[in-house]
């Protein structure tokens, strides 16, 4: 990964004469942007740039990872071949390749680096705001400054899942975007807590933060900030499904065909680099899968791991102690033995959780439910250690096969009338029963951790998004901490809101609508954890 910092001075600040550098001009504005930097440095400790323009408005600033072209040309900030068009970009942009033989082929971009980041330059050139991005897969955040005359503008924009991360905010005359809000400090932001966005929720169900007047970009969005001083954050992707009541055509075999076919193309994408990449390999099925697929790859279509043309495929797992009961370490070993492949093993235990937890919150710039995200934090140390700056990872493998244990009551919730000849669609009877064990095992999955606020709490008002997208609310909002434990004028101010509105009206009135009456509420529930938990 990569970060930055942007400082944009909107059009009201110009007119009146006051530069982006809160008075020191742009050698103020640029120590401040290095300073900004610094905070951030763990995102890429491999170089740093700063480029501010003429008239001192915009201010880019970029600390790199480097992934794809590691020599100077691949610096950012970027620009394109006649100076006017301006990028930093963090994360990667796939199928980079192909893209490139086409932009320069079929429409003679002249490209300035082998950066695969560059993409976002030549795309925006060709293409244009916002079809350009449509042209993009990959996982990235980016701010982009078009200088040309009569079509200024800056636009920030997010991948589709909100794999990177893309905040910002306004101070004064100042619109102030970064990779992590640590990095507006040195810009003169003085950070206040959220306290409505951290009783209601909304720091992790809509584009608030824990911080006051910090937004998030959304995934799949841009904010486009025009020279007239306009800032509009704009849906440019949305996950979409099949309406509920649709015939399903393929056959089993097909379906399987599909999902191996674009599981191996996806696989093969992110092997493009110019570093070595490893995996992280649990004792689940998603990242072995992975582990499978590239240990495939390697040995039988010769395709490079990286910048390494090897058949032995380096894994790292982590170890818990085995009276934890979260010790899957032996399964992992099991399946780097069956599949031939390098581990490297991390213990965590109490102790190093307890040492690890500050650094861990840091980074994360939010608090967690549990101490997952510590031990992730910790495992993260392993590849840079032994040389490996890319890592392919089973994250998203739940969240699109509902995998995760509160999925399987939604599944079962109505028939499935895309396949009407299937058991559990042919016996309501079967289902409903079925349906009732799995809601009760998963409040029980949560009564156990404790998680109980909600259990017992009915609903205040009926959802237009339907009864399935409410009891998804319930599961998002199991480790929301109850109202009791924040303090009484709190309470008090908060009184009767129902954090299940904060949820819901996340959504847009036309998603809720397709919740109620054309998703099936497997696919509802699906799509509020891609939203609201798996990008946060």
């Not at 909100?162 to 005359?173: A, D, F, M, Q, W």
Request: glycine share 8%; with cysteine.
């Amino acid at each position: 990964m990569c970060g930055f910092s942007a400082c944009i001075l909107l059009l009201e600040a110009s007119i009146n004469g006051s530069g982006g550098g809160g008075g020191g001009g742009a050698k103020g504005l640029a120590a401040d942007l290095q300073a900004s930097l610094r905070l951030i440095t763990h995102r890429g400790p491999d170089d740093t740039g700063i480029w501010i323009s003429a008239n001192e408005q915009v201010g880019l600033a970029h600390c790199r990872l480097s992934i794809n072209d590691l020599s100077s040309a691949g610096r950012q900030p970027l620009h394109n071949s006649d100076d006017r068009i301006h990028a930093v970009v963090n994360g990667e942009i796939y199928d980079y390749d192909r893209l490139r033989h086409e932009c320069e082929t079929l429409q003679n971009y002249p490209f300035q680096s082998d950066s695969d980041s560059e993409l976002v330059l030549a795309l925006y050139s060709i293409y244009g705001a916002p079809d350009f991005l449509t042209h993009l897969r990959g996982e990235f955040a980016f701010v982009l400054y078009d200088a040309r005359q009569g079509a200024q503008r800056v636009i920030a924009a997010r991948d589709r899942y909100g794999i990177k991360p893309l905040v910002y905010t306004r101070l004064g005359s100042k619109l102030l975007l970064a990779s992590e809000a640590k990095a507006f400090l040195p810009l003169g932001w003085k950070p206040r807590w959220d306290v409505r966005a951290i009783v209601d929720a909304g720091w992790m169900f809509d584009d608030r933060t824990l911080f006051r007047g910090v937004r998030k970009l959304l995934p799949g969005h841009y904010l486009d900030i025009t020279e007239h001083d306009d800032v509009r954050q704009v849906k440019y992707w949305d996950s979409e499904y099949e309406d509920k009541s649709k015939l399903e055509t393929r056959t089993i075999d097909e379906m399987v065909s599909g999902v191996r076919e674009r599981l191996i193309e996806s696989v093969r994408l992110r092997l493009r680099a110019d570093v070595p990449v490893g995996i992280y390999l649990s004792g689940g099925i998603d990242s072995s899968a992975i582990a499978g697929i590239v240990t495939e790859l390697a040995r039988k279509e010769k395709v490079k791991i990286g910048n390494e043309e090897a058949t032995r495929v380096t894994c790292f797992s982590v170890a818990f102690p085995e009276t934890s009961g979260f010790d899957e370490s032996h399964i992992a070993e099991r399946t780097a033995a069956w599949l031939g492949v390098k581990t490297i093993k991390k213990t965590i235990t109490e102790e190093t959780l307890a040492q690890d937890f500050a650094d861990a919150v840091f980074h994360c710039e939010h608090h967690h439910f549990d101490l997952n995200f510590v031990a992730k934090f910790a495992l993260s140390t392993l590849p840079r250690e032994h040389g490996v700056k890319v890592v392919l990872t089973g994250e998203g493998a739940d969240e699109h096969f509902a995998g995760y244990p509160y999925f399987p009551a939604e599944f079962l919730r109505e028939a499935d009338e895309a396949l009407p000849d299937s058991p559990l669609a042919q016996n309501s009877g079967l289902r409903s029963a079925m349906f009732t064990a799995a809601e009760r095992e998963m409040k029980a999955i949560w009564r156990g951790a404790g998680a109980t606020a909600y259990e017992d709490n009915a609903a205040t008002s009926p959802s237009m998004a339907g009864v399935g997208a409410t009891a998804m609310s319930d599961n998002l909002l199991a480790w929301h901490p109850t109202a009791t434990i924040f303090a009484p004028w709190l309470q008090s101010r908060q009184g009767s809101h129902d954090c299940r509105r904060t949820v819901l009206d996340s959504h847009a009135s036309d998603v809720q609508a397709k919740m109620r009456s054309q998703w099936h509420p497997l696919h509802t529930a699906m799509y509020m954890w891609n939203k609201n938990a798996l990008p946060n």
